[in-house]
Structures are given as C-alpha cells and as structure tokens.
C-alpha cells in the first residue's frame, strides 16, 4: 500500500510542484462533461476524442485493475503581461506562455517515470498523449478547480501549469478530497474571449471552433474570417490572462 506522504515528498523530490491522489473510479457527467460536449459538436475536428470516451471516463479501463490515481502539477513562469500588461510578441506574432519555454511533455514524463520507479510501483505514466483527462483527476485529486475557462486553477499558481498522473494498481492509506470550486459567479474569462469560444452557460466548456488555440496549436487550419486571434500565432492566453487567480 502506498504512503500519501512519501508519494506527495518524492513526487517533489523528483521536480514536481504539488501532488495530490484519487481513488480510481469513473468520473461522473457532472464532473466531466466529455458527452454533451461532445453531442454538441464543440470537438470539432479533433476526431480523436470520440474515441475510447469510456477510457476518458473511467481509467479502470485504461489500466485493468487500477485503484489509484496520482496526480502531479508543474507549474511554468506566467507571461510577462501579468506583471507589465504588455504582450510578448515573438517571430511577427504572440505566443503563448505555456510554449515559450520548455518541451512540457517530455519532461513531464520523465519526471513521471523517475516517480514511478522511486516508489517502486507498476502503472501507466499519462501526459496529454493517453485518453484520460488530465485536469479533471487533478481537480478529483483536490488539485485545485476546473474554471469556467475549462483548465484547472489552483489557489497557489493559477491555470499557470502543466499535469499528469500515474495510474496505478496500488491501493493508498490516504486520498485527497475535491475542493470547492472558487470562481463563484466570476464571469471574466468568458468575457475575454473575443470570439465567444467558452459556454456562456456557466457549463465549464469550449467551442474549440470558436478558439484561437485550436487554429494555431494542433495543425494548420485556415483561420476563419470571424475569428479574430488578437496577434496570437502560437497558442491563445487571453482567458487565462482575465482570471483573478492568474494575478495572485
């Protein structure tokens, strides 16, 4: 059995900023909400995400026999305009904090992977590449809140952060409870967005269609008419940078 205290004092150890742990279990509708969003079109072309939803929903499916989820956040620098107000700009356009600077995704894994063979345990090592939603267990993991604009916030770094988890088939001595979402009726996000991507609703849900990031991240897509990137050529911060727990 797993020791919460050694899992969360290694996962620091090995260069992660916080960790918090989850049973394993399906994640409920409520929590999050992949089928409306997906019924209602809002994937896009993202055709991937209508694959293995149940694998999304429950990682039992994903690793048999899971009983916990580890969940880990590393934090990045946020863009000077937080500080300045002004914007970076970079090769003609804006980039977006969380591509400035490092290769995120292999040094989450490998921080991952060093986790893992600490605790000398067993599990499949997931960052945004494996069907499980990353920020929804974080939130399940008592990591923070999904915020209106669809990431997770934590009280101490704001949406400024990179996760991902192990998935395991050790029990733990102690897991962590979700924290209350604190956006309340803050609506600044939804507001920012210039082209009305995020649910207006109060549904934590994006319109990837409507979303600057969509257009400029996964591939080239011709930019249509009515969507407007604020100088954006890498990657879209504008809701993140209307969120007061990005100005803490």
């Avoid at 918090?20 to 399906?26: L, S, T, W």
């Avoid at 499916?61 to 914007?87: D, F, K, M, N, T």
């Avoid at 309340?184 to 920012?192: H, P, R």
């Avoid at 009515?226 to 727990?245: F, K, N, S």
Wanted: hydrophobic share 35%.
């Amino acid at each position: 059995m797993l020791n919460s205290g050694d899992v969360k004092r290694l996962a620091v150890e090995v260069g992660f900023d916080a960790c918090g742990i989850a049973p394993a279990g399906a994640l409920g509708d409520d929590e999050y909400p992949l089928r409306e969003w997906l019924a209602r079109g809002w994937h896009g072309d993202l055709g991937y995400m209508e694959r293995n939803v149940e694998k999304r929903m429950d990682p039992r499916q994903l690793q048999p026999g899971a009983r916990s989820v580890i969940c880990c956040v590393s934090a990045y620098p946020p863009p000077e305009e937080v500080e300045s107000g002004e914007r970076k700009v970079e090769n003609g356009g804006m980039i977006a904090a969380y591509a400035r600077g490092r290769e995120y995704h292999k040094v989450i894994k490998d921080m991952l992977f060093a986790l893992r063979q600490r605790l000398g345990i067993d599990g499949k090592v997931c960052c945004d590449t494996v069907p499980i939603s990353d920020k929804h267990w974080a939130a399940r993991a008592g990591l923070g809140w999904i915020g209106r604009h669809t990431l997770l916030v934590t009280e101490r770094w704001g949406s400024w952060i990179n996760l991902g988890e192990i998935v395991t088939t050790e029990e733990c001595d102690r897991y962590d409870a979700p924290v209350a979402r604190g956006c309340a009726d803050c609506n600044l996000c939804v507001a920012a967005c210039p082209n009305g991507a995020l649910a207006a609703d109060g549904t934590p849900m994006l319109d990837v269609r409507r979303c600057t990031a969509y257009y400029t991240t996964h591939h080239t897509r011709e930019l249509p008419p009515d969507v407007d990137p604020r100088g954006y050529t890498m990657g879209c911060d504008i809701c993140q940078l209307a969120c007061p727990w990005n100005r803490l």
